[in-house]
């Protein structure tokens, strides 16, 4: 299963990292897959906010390009999300999966930013 942690309440131009664990996966399964980090504002759709392919290959959507950046260890089976200059508009529940969505979602992480 997938279990995101890390989320807080943060003032405008604050960081936060987050941290996703995809729990009692074997890494013959982990490594392989492209991971992402997917958002959801309350009354909003989910997103995608960040990808990676291997352990270098990154893109981003446009509203997170510069400030938040994603990467992976694939012995520990763990995603981050590191999370700088954090606008009110990053407000949402976060997630990790793969980016083919192929497993259940986890419980996801809040982040809150105040203005």
């Known amino acids: 299963r997938l279990v995101e942690s890390g989320g807080a309440l943060v003032q405008a131009g604050g960081s936060l990292r987050l941290s996703c664990l995809a729990s009692g996966m074997i890494t013959s399964v982990f490594n392989p897959n492209d991971w992402a980090w997917y958002r959801q504002a309350p009354g909003k759709q989910r997103e995608l906010v960040a990808r990676i392919a291997g352990i270098r290959s990154t893109n981003y959507a446009d509203s997170a390009k510069g400030r938040f950046t994603i990467s992976r260890d694939n012995a520990r089976k763990m995603v981050y999300l590191q999370m700088n200059s954090l606008k009110p508009d990053d407000t949402a529940v976060y997630y990790c999966?793969?980016?083919?969505?192929?497993?259940?979602w986890g419980q996801g992480t809040q982040v809150t930013v105040s203005s």
């Open positions: 999966n793969t980016v083919e969505e192929s497993l259940p």
